[in-house]
């Protein structure tokens, strides 16, 4: 109830800070869904992997991939598809599908940032605005009423203030946490296809000397 009226106190600045806060929320459980489907134990699947391609059974490592269909899997899946091509055309195979893959992970993620300083831009402009009107709204009007229309007048901006602060840090704060992800999902990504490429490079190297 107090949102409620503090909303409609706010006046019309209210409006645009309100649109970007729901904007910051709808991106805000987007991107941690996605992330949280993207997130694997990195030294489990690479032990897993690391024990099939040393044993010669790429099919099995490819088939251990497709079974946790992430970014890396994928990744490393088509690497492993190339496991009898050059070193060359493994890496060229991985780089093409980190492109279509990496995108994803970082998508929409810096939009946060962007929102929680629209927001705050928001707030302060509907500040401005507010004491403008309050100040130009005792002009010429009859001393008892100057007080009310006055209270008014900073009534509406520090209610901008508060939403489009509140909805800043709100902003803010989820690309903080969110960019911490991604960046830990990037990491495993290069840590993981980085073994994986020497993995396939130097089980082909073991083969080819044996024969």
Known sequence: MFL???????????????????????????RSTFLAKCKIDTDRLMSLIKSQIVSGNIRGAITTCQATPVPLTKIIAAGLNKAGSSEHDIQQAMDEEALRELPKVE??????????????????????????????????????MKA???????????????FGLGTGILGLAAFAVLNGKTQHILDGVNQGTVEALNLVVAGRSNTGAQQ
């Open 148 to 162: 009310t229309m006055l209270s008014k007048g900073i009534s509406e901006a520090m209610n901008c203030t508060a």
């Open 107 to 144: 998508k929409r993620t810096g939009y946060l940032a962007m929102l929680g300083n629209l927001a705050t831009l928001a707030g302060l402009l509907g500040t401005i605005t507010g004491l403008i009107k309050s100040f130009a709204s005792v002009a010429g009007v009859d001393p008892s």
């Open 4 to 30: 409620f009226e503090a909303f409609q106190l706010g006046g019309w600045g209210m409006y645009p800070i309100l649109l970007l806060c729901i904007i910051t929320v709808y991106l805000t459980i987007e």
